[in-house]
């Protein structure tokens, strides 16, 4: 990891004053002359540091007067809503979101030319380099690891990183605690395995991530969803009301911290609530910690598991957004269900592959990790601010969009009478990928929707598509409202 | 793979002799000299055949009148017993296999001396040079492998070629329609839950391999123990009259090749009849074919899915034990559930890995693939061999025995009085691992049986853990003796 230049530094800096609002739009930046002088750099830097924040979109040089702090396009998008009040309750539903995913899923199997539907980041965001270079010399330091029998229990070393991470989100376990799992995906399935029988009714937030809304269909289980507030994440209120109102509900699964799509953080007061509350109506809590680390700023979120006092709190999390999206590693705190939790995950799948907990083992231990996580943030930060710049740009009036503290996606609200399934097909056509809204409910609400990946470097290509996809949004909303007048 | 040595392909010519009766026990072997002229090899090398067929216990030496045929002991220990007649068929039982299975497998999760409780080779039976090397080549040739997002719907080149292997069993079947899962053991999670639900009574074969019986108590469906014989496989009048008892039976479950623990290999009658039974009373037969592979011959067993007309069947395989016990491959056809199991695998742990799945697919697509099941199969035969030996010499009278036709393991009947948690315990206490009888069955019926393991290469270590074991249940059977009388 090479350390950025010494223009780009000076440009981090003026980027967090212009952010903070310290310099606000239509300020005259310092001069030329001026920077050279404060910051004891040569003329060249200084005029590289101007040019690459006019480039970014945050300068315009007036000709003559120097250098003035530009308002982005995204401020002039009104911000995501906040969900209808907490009375309004969706009943249990259950429509079949399998269907719509294989439809939708299938479609998007074959290869794009701008994929905007993962959640993940591009791959060479991730340390590949170092990864192989570990497979590599852990091939050569054991010359079985692919032939012999894989040790019981998981990978030791990997499991104990793990712990020692579990504590820079206030979580104090032990390696003998965590359990290795496919993905945070298998780690959800045996989670609510471990909690819950095929007819019961899940707590979800709403609009939730579509893999869980699955994971419940595929395991006969009904999700009540919980309205969701974009920036401070499952409204306890709604979710009180709910357990009120239905006396079979068995779990809460919540993603705290850079909610699936909404990207909202639930302020550390409403995670100690939620888990009083669940505490109190004896419901366990799953907690879905996939992407804290993606989080704006040096410290990490506090996780929910953190206030869990009783073993109430299923933790889940994954490396698989985070370190490498090539690995199927997720992990979990089984809590009162670890026992259990334990057995279902040797019956359903045994340990995980050694190899790839070794290599995540070993980079764990290391500090490169958490440079690695750094530089991760600071380029996605970057990178939704671009994304959210070209949506402004070429997305109709009446777009809403959310700006996440972190993480690899934003959410966007079309104009009401444009359906997310005729984006998508229309996108395709186009050889461009989108997440359209519609999987992320069982009702209809967010068929307006769209979830748009932040994770690859924004290029003239990406420009365009957006260009693309603003047109197709455009096209859909005037057609609509033609037929409907 | 070195070609073996000419006296090694002399000695195998010998053995083959042996085996098929053309040479009895008692005969006299050709002189040294006639060696020499019949086959055009030097002194030194039939005298090598010779003494290697002495050490592996098939000749002795009589001072001045050469080598003769020897009768090997386990030919002294009684062939496995046949099930009760096929009346006799427990009611669905569902006794907790979990705890029974967690309390052993906890204790046999620290490393031992000797661990006869394996269901696979040894690494070094694997071609674990050849696998590294793919590893490091693939990684060198896709930079990105192990941080760009997995290919959607499995490795396309692993499913080719698993498609073409299928056709080694009868089974003509494309790379589309195959599903990559985690291990065998996940595919047999998805069929199961594809085709019944928590409450169904699914019909196994009894003994029956403790992963399945644990799979069936996680999902919470209950095992029907079918009376199955040690020499061809579960019997179907039992299963028929099974059928015609419990009108609530869901699934059938079967291993026709190489049954763990058993070893039997059922005829191909038996397997067309069972799939015609399965398919007349429409209940949907799920077939276990991880080791095949395994089975004595140059011919891989007809999987049952070969008489499958109607898609009734769903095939489970694995890669685990016959090509790399370190990587987590199995896979499966569907069959008429192929859509709900694709999405099922999808909903329970995603895509496998890419790494594995192409270091597999590279050495599949190879002759190098072929090879390696050929020597396999002839090191596990030896050391079958040389294990049930090692067993007729050191375990008491009344000891029976399988010897299957292939695999990894053989079955052990002790003296009845004596428990096989029992044997367990002691054996762990002088650092021997074993697979007790008890794992085998939710009844007390298998209680006296241990699964020993044959896929370590028989030295002298081994030799002397036997001796314990033997000693440990000659113990065994007397103090219960007088203790009863
Ligand atoms: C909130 C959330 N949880 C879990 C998952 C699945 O994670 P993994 O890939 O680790 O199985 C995802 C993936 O999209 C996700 O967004
Ligand atoms: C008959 C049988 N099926 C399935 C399995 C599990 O196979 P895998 O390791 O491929 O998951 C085993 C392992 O012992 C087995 O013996």
Known sequence: MQAPTLYRQLAEHYLSAIRHGTLATGDRMPSVRKLMQLHEVSLSTALQMCRYLEA????????????????????????????????????????????????????????????????????????????????????????????????????????????KRALDVGISTSADEVIVTNGCIEALNLALRAVA????????????????????????MKALEIPTS?????????????????????????????????????????????????????????????????????KIPTAAKHWDQTGNVIYCASLHKILAPGLRLGWMLGGRWQARISMFKYAQTRYNEELSQLIAATFLQSSSYDRHLRKLRTTLTQQREKMAEGIATYFPEGTRLTMPDGGVSVWVEMPPQVSSRAVFDAALR????????LLYSNSNRFDHFLRLNCGTHYSHELEEALGVLGRIVLDLARIKKVASA
């Open 56 to 163: 970014e979109g945050w300068l315009e040089a007036r000709p003559r007067s120097g250098y003035f702090v530009r308002q982005p396009r995204r401020i002039r998008l009104a911000p995501a809503l906040e969900p209808k009040p907490a009375t309004v309750i969706d009943p249990a539903q259950f429509v079949g979101i399998h269907e719509r995913v294989s439809s939708i899923i299938a479609q998007g199997q074959r290869p794009v030319k701008i994929n905007l539907a993962r959640a993940t980041g591009a791959p060479d965001l991730y340390p590949h380099k170092q990864l192989r270079q570990l497979a590599s010399s852990l091939l050569r330091q054991y010359p079985l690891l692919l032939t012999k029998a894989i040790s019981p229990g998981g990978n030791r070393d990997l499991k104990s990183a793990l712990a």
């Open 197 to 220: 029988h095929a007819g019961d009714v899940i707590a979800v937030e709403s609009p939730t991530f579509y893999g869980l809304l699955q994971v419940l269909e595929s395991l006969g």
């Open 230 to 298: 974009p920036s401070t994440g499952i409204s306890l209120e709604a979710l009180e009301l709910a357990m009120q109102t239905y006396d079979n509900i068995k779990a809460v699964v919540v993603v705290p911290h850079l909610q699936n799509p909404l990207g909202s953080i639930m302020p550390d007061s409403h995670k100690q609530r939620l888990v009083t509350l669940c505490e109190a109506k004896n419901i366990p809590l799953i907690e879905d910690d996939s992407y804290s680390a993606l989080a704006n700023g040096d």
């Open 430 to 437: 186009q050889d461009i990928l989108v997440s359209p809204g």
